[in-house]
């Protein structure tokens, strides 16, 4: 029996949670820590917190070794701990539009290598409906306890952390029984639109206000992030028209480097490279890709959460070292790695800020620095300072740049997986090639944030 739809917020709220109601805002406030599993919550899906801050570090040079500044957004405290509820959320409001989706009718499907899942759990769950989360073996035991507590089921799937083709073949399935219905961040724009509209626009703003402060000039030189799903690499084409010039630098792990060099591998960094590309990756606008190794992502994030003495020691302010611990997860370091190396590649200074984010905290890495201690020892004083000079002495590493030969054969690597396997036409991925096609997805922001008011006030 279908239940009534349960409306969240629009793309403007957001991004701007103070064009709420008042009366509204404040029960999403109240309920942020005293219900956290009400439906109020909803309302505080967004970068900002009930401060309206958008929570951030900018790292200092005696960590990162560059003048430049690096700015992380963090996306820890959204609902479920990761920024990855927000696309959950807009995939399924978008579809709730469309009349895709029904709570009572319908069970959401969610395939996931890591916090995805988590925030389609928390998000379904939240909105009425069942949500089943089809995740592979090779994913953290703390991110299967998340998914329950928030009331959703976890079926799991053959393979490692980072291979994403047995969770597919197992939804291809599920998608058959019309009572599933899947929200899948790799091909739905949903997932690109959060970030676009969302992400990008709220990164200006901050960058805009530091400038004003005097942390670099008031744009952004470069936005970096793994590649992931491709959906926070959507924030760059937004930023790049509040700051044309902008650089986007995506990231891959060393040993998945599917862009790179056509690679494949399994890899430590939860959500970061799938051995595909998504339909939802904009990589016609990708201007350089780097490399980046798991096991320096595992070194740095011990260092950053349990070396705080020894950072101090070596000059990193200590409010800063302190700030650190619960800030970053494994991915959030591949992020820093990847924001300071860029800013050596493209000669940043002070002026030049580059932007990356920091998708969850530390609360759900406990068991990955356990069996780090367990395989390579305890982190000594010495081997702190060493690890001090993944952030701020080492090499750009390997580097690909998108030249139009480059992108064109990034482009090309949809085809197996889209075309081929799951059925899109070959004209719609020629159409990838332009940035009209990328325009009308961005242009569909403002009719869904029509829709969901019409269908809000009309309930």
Known sequence: ????????????????????????????????????????????????????????????????????????????????????VGPAYCILMEKQLEGQAVPGVHTLVCPSTGNYGIGGAWVGGRMGYRTLTVVTEGVEAQRYEKIRAYGGDVEIAPGTGSDLKPLLDRVRVLAADPRNVVLEQYSEFGNYRFHYAVTGNTIAELVQDLGAHGIGDGTVRAFVAAVGSGGTLAAADRLRQRFPGLVTVALEPLQCPTLYNLGFGSHQIDGVGHRHVSWIHNVCAMDYLLCVDDLECLLGLQLVQEGTDALIAEGVPEIEARGFGNFFGVSGVCNVLGAIRTARLLGCGPRDTVVTVATDGFDRYQSVLMKLTRERGPMDWDEARRRLELFRGAPVGRVLEGTPAVRERWLNQKYLTWVEQRGRSEDDLRAQAHEDFWLREQARVAEFERRQRELRTAA
């Open 1 to 84: 029996m279908s239940r009534p739809l349960v409306f969240g917020p629009t793309y403007a709220e957001l991004r701007d949670p103070q064009l709420l109601d008042p009366k509204l805002r404040a029960r999403a406030r109240a309920a942020r820590d005293a219900a956290p599993l009400a439906e109020e919550n909803l309302f505080n899906i967004g970068w900002r917190d009930p401060t309206g801050r958008i929570p951030h570090r900018v790292l200092p040079p005696a960590l990162t070794g560059v003048s430049a500044p690096i700015v992380v957004v963090s996306g820890r405290r959204f609902p479920s701990g990761s920024h990855k």
